[in-house]
C-alpha cells in the first residue's frame, strides 16, 4: 500500500482543499495546513469518514517559527514528508502608483518566502528517501503579468524561478520540483470579483468557463505521482487555454 505523506499548504478551502481530497484519494496521508484549524478539522474529517488518515496543523506563512514547527510537528505525527503542495497564497491587490510597502511585503512574504521556507523543511527529509514531489501552486499571473497585482505576479513568478531552480538542485536525489499555473479558478480568490471583471475575463478563456480547485487538484495529483517521475522544472498551465 502507498504510505506516501502529503503536506498541503492552505488546505482549508478551494484549491488547497481540493488537492488534499484528491492526494488522500489516491492513496496518500495528508498533512493539512493553514491558519484557521477549525476550518482544517472540518477537511480531515472529511477525508477519516473515507477511512483515509489526516493530520491538521497550524500554519502562518509570514513567520519562519510557524513554518519550523508545523513541519516538525507533521513529521513527528507520520515520520516523514514526500510530497509537499506550495499551495496557500494570498492578494493584495493595487495599482503600483499607490502600492503600499506592507501590501508588497505581505504578499511577497507569504506567497513566496513562506513557500520557498517551507521547501527548506523538507529537503532533507525527501534526500534521505532519495523521493520526493515538490509542487508549487503558481499563477497565470506569475507568467503573464496582471495590471494592479504588481506584488501578486512578482510572488508568482518568483515561485517559478524557485521551482526551476530546485528542480535543478535536486534531481540528482531523486526528487522533482514543478510548479501548477491555474487561470481563473471558482474560489473564495476571485469570489470577491465583480460580475463585469468576471466576464471581462471569461471572454479571453478559449474554453468558455472558469476553472474549478479538482481541475487543478488533478494536475497536481499527478506531478505529485510515480507517473510524473520524468517531469521536473516543469510550470503545468491549467487555465483554460486563457495563456498560452
Ligand atoms: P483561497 O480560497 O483564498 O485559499 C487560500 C488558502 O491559503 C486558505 O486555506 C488560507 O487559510 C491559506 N492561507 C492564507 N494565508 C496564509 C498564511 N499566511 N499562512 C498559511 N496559510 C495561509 O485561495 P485559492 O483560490 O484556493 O488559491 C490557492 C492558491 O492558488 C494560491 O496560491 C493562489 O495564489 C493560487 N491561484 C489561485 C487562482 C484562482 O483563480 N483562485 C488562480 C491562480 C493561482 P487561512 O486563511 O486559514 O490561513
Aim: with cysteine; hydrophobic share 45%.
Amino acid at each position: 500500500m502507498n504510505t506516501r505523506v502529503a503536506f498541503v499548504s492552505g488546505a482549508s478551502r478551494g484549491i488547497g482543499k481540493a488537492c488534499a481530497l484528491a492526494l488522500s484519494a489516491a492513496g496518500n496521508r495528508v498533512v493539512l495546513a493553514a491558519r484557521d484549524t477549525e476550518k482544517l478539522e472540518e477537511v480531515a474529517a472529511e477525508i477519516r469518514l473515507k477511512g483515509a488518515e489526516a493530520y491538521v496543523t497550524q500554519l502562518d506563512l509570514r513567520s519562519i517559527d510557524s513554518i519550523k514547527e508545523a513541519f516538525a510537528k507533521a513529521a513527528k505525527e507520520f515520520g516523514r514528508i514526500d510530497i509537499l503542495v506550495n499551495n496557500a497564497g494570498i492578494t493584495k491587490d493595487g495599482l503600483a502608483l499607490r502600492m503600499k510597502k506592507d501590501d508588497w511585503d505581505l504578499v511577497i512574504d507569504t506567497n513566496l518566502s513562506g513557500s520557498f521556507f517551507a521547501i527548506q523543511q523538507v529537503l532533507q527529509g525527501m534526500m534521505r528517501e532519495r523521493w520526493g514531489r515538490i509542487v508549487n501552486i503558481t499563477s497565470v499571473v506569475g507568467e503573464a503579468g496582471n495590471a494592479g497585482q504588481a506584488n501578486y505576479s512578482a510572488s508568482k513568478a518568483g515561485l517559478i524561478g524557485v521551482t526551476k531552480s530546485l528542480a535543478q538542485e535536486m534531481a540528482s536525489r531523486g526528487i522533482t520540483v514543478n510548479a501548477v499555473a491555474p487561470g481563473f479558478i471558482e474560489t473564495d480568490m476571485t469570489g470577491v470579483l465583480s460580475a463585469e471583471v468576471k466576464e471581462k475575463v471569461l471572454a479571453g478563456i478559449p474554453l468558455k468557463r472558469m476553472g474549478t480547485p479538482e481541475d487543478i487538484a488533478a494536475a497536481v495529483a499527478f506531478l505529485a505521482s510515480d507517473a510524473a517521475g520524468y517531469i521536473t522544472g516543469h510550470v503545468l498551465d491549467v487555465n483554460g487555454g486563457m495563456y498560452m
